[in-house]
Structures are given as C-alpha cells and as structure tokens.
C-alpha cells in the first residue's frame, strides 16, 4: 500500500502541486504576508518592547514555580510549520511560551552600524526596514521568511560569509530570559561564556527576546561577473583564492553544474549605470516572467559575462525555485509559457507544504529527496564533490565559502579547524556550504536507493574533516556520533551554570531524528535482499 502511494503521488505530483498546491498555498501565504505587512504599517510596538519582555519573564516564573515533578522543558510557541527546518520539533511534549509578539524592529544605530530586533522579526522585514536607510544585514539570508533570531542561534551563512563568518558572528548581543526568568544582555565582555555558546544552540540555553547585530552599507545595485571554469580543481583552487584575496569580491558563491563544469559568482555594491552599454545589462531577474537564476547562471557556462542586479533581487534570486528544487516537484516550472502564465504564483509555499504535510507524506519526503547544507573546510572541497556524485549523483550543487573562526579549546559546539586548515596569519579557516538540493539521480530513475545509507556516510566524511551539517535539515546521527562531530564542553557547562538543565530541551533532543534510524536502515537493507529474489 505505502509503495502504491509513493507511486501515485510521484507520478502526478507535479499535477497537484500546479492545480492545488500552487492556488492555495498562494492563498495561504497571502493571508500570512497581508497580517504581516498590516502589523508592521499599524500594529508594530517597538516601545512596548519591555513590556513584552516582563510578560515572557512572568511566564517563566510561572513554570519555575512549579514542582519540579510536572515541568516540561520550555520552546517557544512558534508554530513548527511556520519556520524553515525540514523537521517537525516534537513541541507537543515541551513547555510552550507565549512569545508570538516579538516581531518589531527596534532601532538602527549607525554610528555602531548595528540594528536591534525582536527574534521573530523576518529577513524580508528586516531588509524592507533598512534598505530605506542605505543598510542590510552583513549576513543576508536569500529567503525571506527566515527569522532573524532563528539564524542567529542557529546557521545564517551566505555570500559575504567568506568575509564576515556565519551571521551568529556579526551578533553583538543576545537579550535572554534565563531559567529563572531573569533577563540578561550577553555580549562578549558581559557574558563570554555564554555569548560564545548561544550560536548554535538552536533556543536550548534561554529564550531569546532580543538580538543586535552588524549592517553594513549598500547601493541599489549588484554588479555580478560570471566566470566559467571547465575543470573541478580550476574552481576549487579559483574559490580558495577569491575568497582569502585581499580584495576579495563582495559576495561570492559558485554553482557546480557537474564535477567539472561551474560558474563562479563575484559581485560587488555598485550605483545604478548611466552608461548605456551598461545600462542595457540591467536585469530585473526577480520578476515573475525570468528565467529560474540557475537557469539563467548557467548560460554563462560557456561565454562568461556580466551584469547589473538591482540588491533585492539578487539577494532573493533563489526564492522562486527554491535553487532548484522546484525543478524536481514542478519540471515544466521553467518554461517561458508556464512563466508567464503561472509565475506569479511560484515558488510552492513551504510554510503551506510543511502545514499540510502528514507524518506518512513526511516520512517519504526524507527518504526520497535530500535538503542539506553541510559546512566543509575548503581543502576538501573536491572529495566532497566526489562524494556527492558518488552517493547520490545529483547535479547542481552550491559552494558558498565562509571563515569558520578557531575560538580555541571548548570555544563553542563547532568543531574546532584543524591547524593546517587555519588561513596563514588569520585566526579562521575557510569553509564552504556544501548545498545539495533534490531527488538522488537513481530515485529520478525510479531505481532502488538507500538515501539514509548515503547521507550517514556523508555525515561521517563530515566529521572525519571536522565539518559540520545545518541542522535545521533532517539528520541520521546517533547521540553519540552527535557529540563526537559537536564539541559540547562550553555547551555543557554553560547550560549548567545558567540553569538550563531540564529548563530546556537538550541540543540533540532538538535536532534529533524524527524516525527510528536503525529501522530504515534496515528497511534500506531488504532492498539488497528484494533485488537479490
């Protein structure tokens, strides 16, 4: 029966999604972005901010003042289906805290160059509030529903990330109401050992009320090179060196389009042309009726080029395909006629598809397609482009370098670069995001594949270079390969020392997987037994 539905859904997949996925998740999203946009015309409160703060803390005392007996550990009340991770977090068995109403920007200080927000401001709100006043975030996610104080305890990284390191490195001070329900303003001189661990904690060590972080200054346009390199050691030599050069680009990323063939993406802040040459490489790339961008990136494979974008529209230039995991729920989403037609309904919603989502469909979600973000040092990069042709044989893939900072022993649950990693005369490593997207090449064959064979086997070469993966994505580690890839020392002391034992969920806990591991596994096994009868 399971094989039958996973058959029906895949072939007319695209089908629903098109005549009922698209239509009502437009509808759906709709009703969340008009709420969203009245809030911050008529509704936004920045000055009831404490106000807002003493209700949390209240709520707190009140679960403290419990006997110990009945306390579940404490999360927000943020809906599951409403954030990013591919996960559903189990939060019918933990403590929920009121904390929808932290929404507003606080206030832009440009002297310091920092803006302050409440952590369920989103980066679509962010950006609306300070391109008016010649900023953005200095770590600028490209999808717009992202909450500011989701990435900042968790995995913000993007292409200015060679440059600044993840955007939990550009926080200058976390505001959190601890176990107790005091509140508390953690900045590196404050509170060192806690300022360290809050990155990467994923909400397990307080709850996070307020966040202030680095901006940095813009112009209305991006001037973007594409630059074609036809072998895999020419672009992963070309990214070491771009991305550690003095006058390193802006932003920088690269899309691999096979082992050996991708185009490297420079860009850099520039005012909008008045020549008319230039002029004519304006391209508005975010309009409905555009190419998908790495469609679009990909006719530079062979010539090379140049072009000017307007900011907004390269920093959400993955947002309507999802990079390219449209392509595989919708194939004819990129043609000119569907485009024009349908476009303006694209992408598919994710909050729309998580909230709609059964624990059966999600089950076959995990084990037919994989979304993952895995951070690498650069040295190897190509082992791990082989490896991914290896175990899944899927094509595109995305390179975004990024400095991985050497914090020194027990300096945070990342785990620590090795020494020859460590860039000559820098206290970082480079790193890339390694970003695999889709359905396995043999999955597209409608051959037999053991996805959680091949993504534990990529979680081990991870730990063997002292990687580490996103971990809003599904994960297939045991507790014990968790704590041998994380360094959970400061974790450990920091959520004795501040309360947060029993408080909160444990890391783990939070991001573990939503199935039995050992038992796919062995169903992935009888797939060698099935194809041996």
Wanted: proline content about 6%.
């Amino acid at each position: 029966m399971r094989q039958k539905l996973v058959d029906l859904l895949t072939k007319y997949r695209s089908l629903l999604l098109v005549g009922v996925g698209l239509p009502v998740g437009f509808v759906f999203d709709a009703v969340l972005r008009t709420r969203a946009r009245i809030h911050e015309a008529l509704g936004a409160a920045p000055e009831r901010h404490d106000e807002k703060v003493r209700e949390i803390q209240e709520q707190v005392r009140r679960w403290a003042s419990q006997p110990a007996s009945e306390r579940k550990p404490m999360c927000t009340d943020r809906r599951t289906w409403m954030n990013l991770s591919t996960r559903f977090e189990p939060k019918h068995t933990w403590h929920k805290v009121r904390m929808g109403a932290l929404r507003d920007v606080l206030g832009l200080d440009e002297a310091a160059r920092t803006v302050r927000v409440e952590p369920f401001v989103t980066v679509g709100q962010a950006m609306r509030y300070l391109a008016k006043r010649g900023y953005m975030l200095a770590v600028h996610l490209e999808i717009a529903d992202a909450t500011i104080g989701g990435l900042a305890l968790a995995a913000g990284m993007t292409t200015h990330s060679h440059k600044v390191g993840m955007l939990f490195e550009t926080v200058v001070a976390y505001e959190v109401v601890l176990a107790d329900g005091s509140l508390v303003r953690v900045t590196k001189d404050s509170h060192p050992d806690l300022f360290r661990a809050m990155g990467w904690s994923h909400g397990t060590l307080g709850l996070l009320v307020g966040v202030e972080l680095a901006v940095v200054p813009i112009k209305k346009y991006v001037h973007m090179r594409y630059v074609p390199v036809h072998s895999q050691q020419g672009y992963c030599d070309e990214m070491y060196r771009l991305a550690n050069a003095d006058d390193a680009p802006h932003f920088l990323e690269a899309t691999v389009y096979s082992k050996d063939r991708a185009v490297i993406m420079c860009g850099e802040f520039a005012d909008e042309p008045t020549d008319p040459a230039a002029r004519r490489k304006i391209n508005h790339l975010g309009r409905w009726y555009k190419p998908w961008f790495y469609k679009h990136v990909e006719t530079f494979l062979e010539r090379g080029g140049d072009e000017y974008i307007p900011l907004q529209d390269y920093i959400l230039r993955h947002n309507r395909s999802i990079f390219w995991v449209v392509a595989h729920m919708i194939p004819e989403g990129n043609h000119p006629l569907f485009r024009a037609l349908l476009g303006w309904m694209m992408p598919p919603r994710i909050a729309f598809l998580k909230f709609s989502t059964t624990p059966a469909v999600r089950k076959m979600t995990f084990t037919m397609q994989v979304f993952q973000d895995i951070v690498l040092p650069m040295s190897a990069m190509k082992r791990a482009v082989d490896l991914v042709d290896e175990r899944f044989e899927m094509f595109p893939i995305l390179l975004y370098p990024s400095r991985v900072y050497d914090h020194g022993e027990a300096g945070g649950q990342l785990p620590r670069p090795f020494p020859e990693d460590i860039v000559p005369g820098k206290d970082y490593a480079m790193y890339f995001d390694l970003g695999v997207y889709g359905v396995p090449g043999p999955i597209q064959r409608r051959l037999p594949f053991k996805t959680v064979h091949a993504m534990r086997a990529m979680e081990a070469f991870t730990a063997g270079v002292r990687g580490f993966p996103f971990l809003y994505a599904d994960t297939f580690m045991t507790r014990e390969e968790f704590e041998v890839m994380f360094d959970l020392r400061l974790y450990r002391q920091v959520r004795d020392r501040y309360g947060a034992s029993g408080a909160f969920p444990d890391l783990y806990d939070k991001i573990k997987p939503e199935v039995d591991v050992l038992a796919v596994l062995d169903e992935e096994r009888e797939m060698d037994t099935t194809l041996a009868d």
